[in-house]
């Protein structure tokens, strides 16, 4: 025990806090008890600014000697570090009463009056301004679904971020994207190997200028990454060590003081400073910080997954993985000589975690829960992981778990918000951030989880009064701004975004947006004031530009080469809708009433959709719509004398094919007609199935401006090489909460297919032949994709089954189901749906003969619906042609949404209401994928869907949808005036 003691002195002495804590730990381990080693190690865990743990051991001492006078001393000090100063003073207040009455030791007397003093009068000096807390929390680095650093980014907000793809590897991207095509700037560099912009001088961007004129030593809410790290580490900001003092179990060894300006200042406290660059964002100064440290100890793993979580927010991956995996590597060493050691299972859980590796970090963080039961951080990252894997329920119950021995903690109620977001429980989210709030006002994470919850709910008019906190949080009420017609408020709130100075990949991301986001705004106040029939992205708005907005690239080649759209002032001076648009009528305000309770019938019951009453009412208008168009063009085609006027047309033209779709009396006659554009008639009644879909498409566009939905085909040359969708339903290990329900069907389908076919595609499309029987009677008994990548034994896919209805014989190519090798992590296991000219050309005419079926079905029956048997056949063709609709997704997103109000819209026009939602479980576009052919998805559907279905004449009741409104800045307040 003496030789201990020796080395317990040397190592404070030398300030190697880290190894101090660990020979303490042993000693407890012997003698758990002892109160002075507790407070030892707090004090030790002081140093490292670990001020949890402080509090933890200060509480284990308190309990087993009360009147311990320096254990109150600590834990106050530590919780005033971490901003709880009531809780401090009430600490020093309970030993100081101690004190007076028994008087033994009057140097802590006097240290617990001082430090109540100095509490009291920061609470008499202290201004009444309350500034926004901007820094990131902990949330920064949860991994939800495929957003992978920040979990802010999501679906409805810069998803995917991931994405942006740099076309040259060596950019400079300035504020000057505002307005001309310089993209220079000397206060921005990127690094051309890693595409990351990294910042030369610092400039504060979070908003909180007011923090810099009353520095505090501690940064309550900021996440630590040592938090996050080495689950030790609560505070990170830089300040002086102070006095040193190690208790003995009889009395005071040393005490003394170290310099700030010390140039032999410990390595745990450079550790400290450079946690504290990360979570302020100064990512290239933290890697300045631990590479210093690494140069003098190589494997000291916080250091590591310091600089690895740095080079992560930098999108540097390969650097992070690298970091990572040393992190690991020394932990598992360290748990090898410490096998039951929580902190050291926390540590690897949690570098585990970030790695991606969740089966490794729920077993670690397991096994340190076990070992502290009390430990918040590991409570919450193993929530974090049974979150990714899919056991949500658990998931939960953990962050509570956590919350429960810390509600103070912040970091905790952030990760079961979002939780709740990802798993779209919209009560349970909002009383989580209330209870948030409640802990800390200034918890600018808070008001973005909020926010984006707002804005996928369809509330953007809340979110544009939301504070300017972060740059997540100025792109959200950019964005709101510009979806509820306040043109000029989000034109200056992109602009804002292209202001701020580049020190990470996702605000480059964010700012990338923000252009394509502020060129679009101006083209809708461009057209704000004009017939809503003259607000045509897909015409209007050039090809290279849609492109390169699509798949989120960088749009210094779309700066210098498409033409802008014209300043604000020009287009729409006042910068906004005029009031007038947003007075609505009796008819009007009943034609919304009609909408909102026919586009409530869109939402999938499914985990991951959130009910978005904008989206509700937007489906209900362009159902109207496509019913009162789609009607009128049926009335046109079921009059005698209009039907013989076609036929002498087509007759005269001698034309042999109908490449057009348009409603005619080819499936009368059982001939094709004349070409679309000669086929119109003078009542422009005439429709496409393209026209059919795209009143919908145009209604989606303007209901969320920020979503790039564009067909496909009318990208730019690049369109010739490809443009596919990616759905995965599991990633690596993370299960996706949306589409991982279907992960079951889509694998037996993928058998399926590669025991009929005996072969599959590799990535280069190249022929992989399975026709050993060996490799056969695997595939058959195969329970996960893993299972079929290693009989293949390389990344491969097969195309689900779409059997044509126009062409016998001919099978088109469905959904691609994609497996490819992700290492260690797992697989990526998802649908794939590519879009090239020659499968466009196959589906349109899929598609057109789908829709002529549709028309011959009603208008063959000049009185459809008292035939039951006519009824059921266009129900039937309806299905039909949406189920094509939905194997040829030709939009760049969107289609799912597009495809249903579609079919409400054609059961509208043939005087059919759906009465029922869609059921539990069910996502429609999946059911079309998942069905070889029409008639099977009409089997699945049918037995819910039609029941419901009712015969009504309502649709004569409406007022008509393109008079009511008829601007597009009319069709902008009626979306934006949606009650909550």
């Known amino acids: 025990m003496g030789s201990d003691r020796a080395e317990l002195a040397r190592l404070c002495s030398g300030r190697n806090w880290s190894k101090a804590i660990r020979l303490l730990d042993s000693i407890l381990a012997q003698s758990p008890s002892s109160v002075h080693d507790l407070c030892n190690r707090a004090f030790c865990y002081s140093q490292l600014e670990l001020h949890k743990h402080v509090v933890k051991d200060c509480d284990r001492a308190l309990q087993l000697e009360p009147a311990l006078l320096k254990a109150y001393v600590l834990k106050g000090k530590a919780l005033s570090t971490m901003g709880k100063k009531e809780d401090a003073l009430v600490a020093w207040r309970q030993g100081y009463k101690i004190a007076v009455h028994d008087t033994m030791d009057l140097k802590q007397l006097l240290e617990l009056e001082d430090l109540i003093s100095s509490i009291k009068i920061s609470e008499e000096t202290k201004s009444g301004d309350h500034v926004m807390d901007a ?32 076309e040259e590897g060596n950019f400079n991207f300035k504020v000057s994207l505002k307005g001309d095509t310089s993209l220079t700037s000397a206060n921005n560099k990127v690094d051309a190997n890693k595409g990351a912009a990294r910042p030369v001088k610092e400039k504060d961007t979070t908003g909180t200028q007011a923090a810099k004129k009353a520095p505090k030593p501690d940064k309550k809410n900021k996440a630590k990454a040592t938090k996050e790290t080495n689950g030790r580490a609560e505070g990170g900001t830089e300040r002086s060590p102070g006095e040193i003092e190690i208790i003995d179990r009889d009395q005071t060894l040393f005490a003394t003081k ?18 504290a660059q990360v979570n302020e964002g100064k990512y290239d100064q933290a890697i300045s910080i631990f590479d210093q440290i690494l140069r003098e100890t ?21 650097s992070a993985i690298s970091d990572f995996t040393k992190a690991i590597e020394d932990l598992t060493k360290a748990i090898e000589f410490e096998p039951n050691s929580p902190d050291i299972l926390h540590e690897r859980g949690i570098v585990n975690y970030k790695f991606k590796d969740y089966n490794s970090a729920l077993e670690d963080l397991s096994k340190c829960v076990k070992r502290d039961k009390k430990n918040s951080s590991a409570h919450t990252y193993l929530g974090l992981t049974l979150s990714a894997l899919g056991e949500y329920k658990r998931a939960e119950d953990e962050h509570l778990l956590a919350i429960k021995y810390d509600e103070s903690f912040l970091d905790c109620w952030a990760h079961l918000a979002q939780l709740y977001l990802d798993l779209a429980y919209p009560e349970k989210l909002l009383n989580c951030l209330d209870k948030a709030i409640q802990v800390d006002s200034r918890f600018a994470k808070e008001y973005h989880l909020r926010g984006i919850l707002y804005h996928g709910m369809g509330r953007h008019s809340i979110i544009s009064g939301f504070p300017k906190t972060s740059i997540e949080c100025l792109y959200l009420r950019a964005s709101c701004h510009h979806a509820v017609g306040e043109y000029k408020d989000a034109i200056k709130g992109y602009d804002d975004v292209l202001d701020l100075e580049l020190d990470s990949m996702d605000k480059f991301v964010l700012q990338c947006l923000a252009f394509y986001q502020k060129e679009m705004a101006l083209y809708i106040a461009s057209k704000a004031n004009l017939e809503f029939s003259q607000f045509n992205i897909d015409d209007d708005v050039d090809p290279l530009f849609k492109e390169y907005w699509c798949k989120r690239l ?15 002032r020009i287009s729409l001076r006042s910068g906004r809708l005029n009031n007038q648009d947003f007075k609505f009528t009796k008819h009007q305000t009943t034609l919304l009433l009609a909408a909102d309770s026919i586009g409530k019938k869109i939402q999938y019951n499914c985990r991951g959709f959130l009910p978005n009453q904008r989206q509700y009412r937007m489906a209900g208008l362009a159902a109207i719509e496509i019913a009162q168009k789609v009607s009128k063009a049926w009335r046109f085609l079921r009059n005698p004398k209009n039907i013989a006027k076609l036929v002498r047309r087509r007759d005269k033209l001698n034309m042999s094919q109908n490449r057009g779709g348009y409603c005619s009396t080819s499936t009368l006659s059982g001939s094709p007609t004349s070409n679309p554009t000669e086929d119109k008639v003078s009542s422009g009644v005439s429709l496409s199935w393209h026209d059919v879909y795209n009143i919908a498409v145009k209604w989606r566009q303007i209901s969320e401006p920020c979503d790039p939905v564009v067909w496909v085909n009318k990208l730019s040359e690049e369109f010739n090489s490809g443009f596919g969708s990616h759905t995965p339903m599991l990633l690596g290990q993370a299960k996706f909460v949306r589409y991982y329900p279907y992960y079951q069907r889509v694998l037996e389908s993928a058998k399926s297919i590669m025991l ?6 590799n990535a280069e499309d190249r022929a992989i032949f399975l026709t050993d029987i060996e490799k056969l009677k695997k595939i058959e008994v195969a329970s996960s994709c893993s299972d079929l990548y290693n009989i293949v034994g390389e990344t491969y896919w097969v195309a689900t089954r779409c059997d044509s209805m126009a062409f016998q014989v001919r099978r088109l190519e469905g959904t691609r189901i994609t497996t490819q090798n992700m290492g260690k992590t797992g697989f990526d296991f998802a649908i794939r749906t590519p879009c090239t000219p020659s499968r466009w050309e196959e589906y349109d005419e899929e598609m057109t003969a789908a829709w002529e079926a549709i028309c011959e079905a009603y208008c063959s029956d000049t009185n459809p619906t008292r035939d039951p048997g006519t009824l059921d056949a266009v129900k039937d063709a309806i299905l039909r042609m949406t189920y094509y609709w939905y194997n040829f997704m030709p939009l760049s997103r969107g289609s799912a949404v597009v495809g249903y109000v579609v079919l409400l819209g054609l059961f509208l026009a043939a005087n059919m209401d759906v009465t029922a939602s869609i059921p539990p479980g069910v996502q429609v576009d999946w059911e079309a994928m998942l069905s070889p ?8 559907v049918r037995p819910w869907l039609y029941p419901s279905i009712k015969i009504s004449r309502s649709l004569k009741d409406y007022t008509d949808v393109s008079c009511a409104f008829s601007t597009t800045g009319s069709v902008v307040a009626a979306l934006t005036c949606v009650d909550p």
């Open 135 to 166: 820094s990131p929390c902990d949330t920064k680095v949860v991994t939800s679904e495929d957003r992978v650093i920040d979990s802010s980014s999501t679906a409805t907000i810069a998803a995917d971020t991931k994405n942006v793809v740099s």
């Open 258 to 275: 170290i310099s700030k300006s010390s140039k032999s200042m410990c390595l745990d406290f450079r550790l400290s400073r450079g946690i």
């Open 298 to 318: 190589p494997t000291y793993p916080e250091a590591l997954i310091g600089r690895g979580t740095a080079y992560a927010f930098q999108r540097e991956l390969d």
């Open 554 to 568: 960088h749009p210094k080649n779309v700066a210098e080469k498409v033409y802008r759209q014209p300043p604000l």
């Open 756 to 761: 009929d076919l005996k072969y599959v595609n």
């Open 933 to 940: 052919d029409p008639d099977t998805f009409v089997n699945a």
